[in-house]
């Protein structure tokens, strides 16, 4: 894997700031914000001066029951092309459920889902994983989530999940030191123990960014400052291996340059603190100490047969990714197991999104924080996705949109949430204020067609007309 230096993530808002940041050896830009043949000229100009880009894809699933979209994948491919990107990254995580494997309405988190850690989970994550290496043109790396609730009966600890997921697969990983920094304060799981279990050489980057807690649990915000134990972890894994790339994640509430650059020093410096103890480890016990570090966590010896020391036993494939060996030669999950994940995961975002009981074994409260989670980050991305909405509706936007959001479940994506929100708010006589309402006819018909005609004789048929047509 290739050596990437100390990076931050590249967003519009700070493009700027990146552009004359010292010291950036790369950048990461999320994917699905790219428009292959029209880059931003900021992502231009640094892949000129040598500054590696690398897409970073928040949408594609590959925790979902279902297997990867073919359409998300071929887009992905286009960016890592398009960038002359080293590889592409993602989530260990669902974002969608429902459907036809489960008979029921298809619906959208819009956000990163923690998928059990059970075989049922990982045979399908491992398929899933398999058709993204044989899609894309350069190697995939997984990320590990941030949760807030835990799965009832998991079977693996997160370490012995990804070890085999890596083992199995070949991906690489994405080690976000802030997500451990979560679970330990939102699930109780030691970071300590989790670097312990997990196959460091197949390490490809590592993830930094800032949180905050409320009464009790830890928000992965990457709106705040990078805390003291998120560093520390960082310091305990590159006291473990030396981690290929870090990089500083800031995707909201953006400092001026100096506190950036502060924050990504304070990343080099924690980096530095753990070579400099594995190097006093090296020396006290002969160099044994690196090796049980990264050894296999099922009690096998580092050195030797390298599938005995943990380390990724991989074939060429396409792309570069890697072409699994399987111990039975089977081809990935059976359909059984996606079916059995599939209702798990529909019965929980249903739980989530759409008000439905919470299934068995949940923490009740915990599924509230969520849910009410996933409804503020609904209305956050709509305002982004559509800026002239809260400029329309002032004060009344986000209390409007998270009544909306109680009540429909997103299905379609962003864009399309926006266009349900403001038909719903037209076909309901909102707002009051008639200057605002015409303002919203005039934006919905400019992205919708015909607009919804709720004050006219046959509103009803006007309403399904409507639907009709923003479903074209």
């Known amino acids: 894997m290739a050596r990437l230096g100390t990076g931050i993530g590249w967003r519009p808002e700070i493009a700027d700031v990146v552009e004359r940041m010292p010291g950036i050896d790369w950048v990461e830009a999320v994917a699905e914000n790219l428009c292959p043949g029209h880059l931003p000229d900021s992502l231009l100009r640094l892949r000129e001066r040598g500054v590696t880009v690398v897409p970073h894809g928040v949408s594609l699933g590959l925790g979902d029951a279902e297997r990867p979209d073919a359409g998300r994948l071929a887009a992905l491919a286009e960016r890592a092309r398009a960038l002359g990107a080293p590889l592409v990254t993602e989530h260990i995580a669902f974002v969608r459920a429902g459907g036809p494997m489960t008979a029921s309405q298809r619906l959208e988190a819009g956000h990163l889902l923690p998928v059990p850690r059970t075989r049922d989970a990982l045979d399908v994550l491992c398929e899933n994983v398999r058709i993204a290496q044989d899609a894309l043109p350069v190697p995939l790396a997984v990320e590990n989530i941030a949760a807030l ?162 380390a990724v036993a991989v074939e060429p494939g396409r792309g570069g990714a890697a072409t699994p060996r399987t111990a039975d030669g089977g081809s990935g999950a059976a359909d059984a197991a996606r079916q059995r994940l599939a209702l798990a995961q529909t019965a929980l975002l249903s739980a989530l999104v759409a008000g439905t009981p919470v299934p068995e074994g949940f923490d009740r409260v915990r599924l509230g924080v969520q849910a009410r989670a996933l409804a503020a980050k609904r209305a956050d991305v709509v305002a982004k996705v559509a800026p002239e909405l809260p400029v329309i509706l002032g004060a009344g936007y986000r209390p409007a949109f998270l009544a909306h959001a109680r009540r429909r479940p997103m299905t379609g994506g962003y864009r399309r949430d926006a266009l349900d929100f403001v038909e719903r708010l037209i076909l309901d006589g909102r707002p009051r204020d008639a200057e605002a309402r015409r303002a919203l006819r005039r934006w919905w018909l400019e992205r919708s067609g015909p607009a919804p005609r709720s004050e006219r004789p046959g509103a009803r048929w006007a309403r399904a007309t409507g639907r009709v047509l923003l479903r074209r």
């Open 149 to 310: 609730v835990s799965w009832p009966g998991e079977e693996m600890t997160e370490g012995q999940f990804l070890y085999e997921l890596a083992d199995r697969t070949g991906v690489r990983l994405l080690i976000d030191v802030a997500n451990l920094h979560t679970n330990h304060v939102n699930r109780g799981e030691d970071p300590a123990e989790a670097l312990a279990g997990l196959p460091l050489e197949a390490l490809a980057y590592v993830h930094v960014a800032g949180g905050f807690e409320r009464d009790g649990i830890w928000h992965d915000s990457h709106a705040h400052a990078v805390p003291r134990p998120v560093l520390d972890i960082l310091t305990d894994l590159a006291s473990r291996v030396a981690p290929p790339g870090v990089l500083l994640e800031r995707d909201e509430n953006f400092p001026d340059a100096r506190v950036l650059e502060d924050e990504v020093e304070a990343i080099r410096v924690a980096v530095d603190r753990g070579r400099r103890r594995d190097t006093g480890r090296l020396g006290r016990e002969g160099g044994e100490g690196r090796a049980r570090a990264a050894g296999d966590p099922r009690g096998g010896a580092a050195g030797g047969d390298p599938r005995q020391a943990g």
